[in-house]
């Protein structure tokens, strides 16, 4: 898998930053979430095995989801005021 680097550019103000960051905050937990009902649903045996699959892809997706947006808000912290 070839990995690029992405640069965002948006002007903000301070309030407009804090709001976004929040935003960000919230759909990491909103991807945790899922993160979590996805894989206790699959650890608990639920569906015939195409239904498993299905969880397991549907679980990593969600990892990945919330992986980015840890970066998004590392990045978003990082940056110059």
Known sequence: MTRATLKLEIPASPEERAALRKALLRARATELGEMRRRGTRHSLGYG????????????REAELRHEMLDRLIAALGEAPE
Do not use: C, Q, S
Not at 48 to 58: F, I, K, P, V, Y
């Open 48 to 59: 015939d095995a195409a239904a498993r699959e299905t969880m397991l892809d549907e679980t």
